[in-house]
């Protein structure tokens, strides 16, 4: 049948039916004799089944992967939910129809009731916002995979246009539960087997595609075998075995600053290693030590591990001046570094993937970095998760000058340069646990337990509105809510509390100015070794993302308009930049520039 009756039998226009196509949602569309486009009852199917999905506000990215079996119905189903839960706008049509598909699945398989009932409805302008890149047979692609902590992230992009082709998220589902609170570790083998089933579905979607490039979670590290196989969980950057006293009282962080300067914190890669060769707990075949985004790229590649100096300095003692391990260090402590992979400090291709170039993986601030600003050192990345970070990329020779602290470190960059990171613990964490105290009394209220951040957010801005960020009125909260990095002991505090201007705008927007402040406070020692003006302020992260409120206070508190880059997922972007500057060369060469840009 033609594509008119298509647009009868689905009600989805014309725009519509051709946009999936070109995604690759519906396949198989023939040409007649007179060139019309024919299509099939199965595509009929397909199409209505993809505009149920639509209808529930499930990405083109998602059904994507859900077609290519990366992930489950019922896993689309819940991500979904957990996103309209997470979002500052209440979808409640969404949420009935996620769950009623939910409730309905027979196996895996969509309810054929609520298929036929939702079939006549109308479009309702389904279609995503975002701008994707039109690929066609000569479209030059890269691929970048960021192996977070709880999610797995792609990005698609299309180095001729500087837009991504696709944007891909899924849950690792990893976490390997402990009796032991400070013991923090990852299955392995199921994070590479969720990666390399994300990227087959991506090189099966993208034939064009002619590089890989990786990025994920820094310091936690995995024990591989001569093979480069996993012989180990992967013990995360949460990881507090190294910072836990032993019957001196000392813990082994302790100890690897009395015998070498070098102070570790724990879930830093070699102070678990420490923790684990002197407990006898290393295993017996281990011929590597690498991050999780040194050893997926081995395995899928069947090569031995190779680090890039990023990785390498989040494990410890490294030395910025030789851009290797301090090994002399290593050996004070105890430690034999045989087990140290090949560190290298540039781009360099590791192995092959179904035939086409992987390259070195570097770590997720600097990826971050990479995908925000690119290579600019006028710009200053302030970055809002859990936890919040602000960087600024610098000469080399700032590594000879600026004495690291536990707060303000000196991380390998790119081609000679370095990043001065600063990070605060709490970051989007203290609007969290603010969030939580309002969640409380609201259900001591007797209403349901539900997020509170909707409402959260509209007080927050109407707080900034009476109580700007130089009035003398407003609240001062210091949000170190879990401590910094120099002191774990140190709390948060609210100050200049009066008569009049304790109510919940008023800690809200406060608290908000706080967590900016926290990184600004960092930013003040930072600039202090480093040339560059900073007249650009970048902004990332899905807390900003979320919260208008916050962005405003973090340009009120740098007295700078921040820029937020339109593409999401800022390290698998930053990854897939990494790779296609490792591999292209010559006019396919990688523009990072023509790559960012801002809303």
Known sequence: MRIGEVEQLTGLSRKTIRLYEERGLIRGVVRSENSYREYSDEMISQLNTIALLRRAGISLSDIQLWQDEVISTSEMLKKRLAELKNSAVIAGDQVKLCRRLLDGLHGDRLPDDILSEERDTAEKAIEDADSMADVTDSSVLTVGIDIGTTTI??????????????????????????????????????????????L???????????????????????????????????????????????????????????????????????????????????????????????????????????????NAASLGFFDLKSMDFDKDAIRKAGMSESLLPEVT???????????????????????????????????????????????????????????????????????????LSGS????????????????????????????????????????????????????????????????????????????????????????????????????????KESPARHPMLVVSGNAVRKNKALKEAIGSVFGMEPKLPVHHEEAAFGAAIFAARTVLSGSEACDVGKCIRYK
């Open 345 to 419: 400090d540039r781009g360099t291709v590791i192995g092959r993937y179904k035939g086409i170039p992987v390259s070195v993986a570097i770590g997720d601030n600097q990826a971050s970095v990479l995908g925000s600003v690119g290579e600019n050192r006028d710009a200053i990345l302030a970055n809002f998760g859990t936890g919040s970070q602000i960087s600024v990329i610098c000469d080399g020779e700032v590594a000879g000058r600026f004495t690291p602290t536990p707060d303000i470190e000196v991380r390998p960059f790119l081609d000679g340069s370095v990043l």
């Open 153 to 198: 992230s792609a990005v698609v992009l299309d180095i001729s246009s500087g837009c991504p082709a696709g944007v891909y998220t899924v849950t690792s589902d990893a976490a390997v539960q402990s009796d032991a609170p400070h013991e923090k570790t990852q299955d392995i083998k199921k994070i590479t087997w969720r990666v390399k089933k994300l």
């Open 200 to 310: 087959d579905a991506l090189l099966n979607r993208f034939p064009t595609t002619c590089a890989i490039g990786f990025s994920g979670q820094m310091h936690g590290i995995v024990y591989l075998d001569a093979g480069s196989k996993p012989i180990s969980e992967l013990f995360t950057w949460q990881d507090g075995r190294a910072g836990i006293p032993d019957g001196d009282g000392k813990s082994v962080c302790d100890e690897i600053f009395e015998k070498t300067g070098h102070r570790l914190s724990p879930g830093y890669g070699l102070a678990t290693h420490a923790w684990m060769e002197k407990h006898g707990k290393v295993p017996k075949n281990a011929k590597y030590i690498c991050t999780v985004m040194d050893c997926v790229p081995a395995m899928i590649c069947g090569c031995s591990p190779v680090m890039h100096s990023s």
């Open 424 to 527: 605060a613990l709490c970051g989007g964490r203290a609007y969290a646990v603010t969030e939580r105290f309002f969640r409380a009394y609201a259900e001591a209220c007797g209403m349901s337990d539900s997020e509170q951040y909707e409402v959260m957010n509209k007080l927050a801005e109407r707080g900034m509105k009476k109580y700007g960020c130089l009035s003398p009125e407003r609240l001062r909260v210091r949000t170190a809510f879990c401590g910094t990095r120099s002191d774990s002991t140190v709390r948060g505090s609210v100050e200049n509390i009066g008569e009049d201007n304790f109510s919940p705008e008023a800690l809200l927007s406060a608290t908000l100015y706080g967590m900016a402040e926290e990184l600004y406070g960092l930013y003040s020692e930072m600039k």
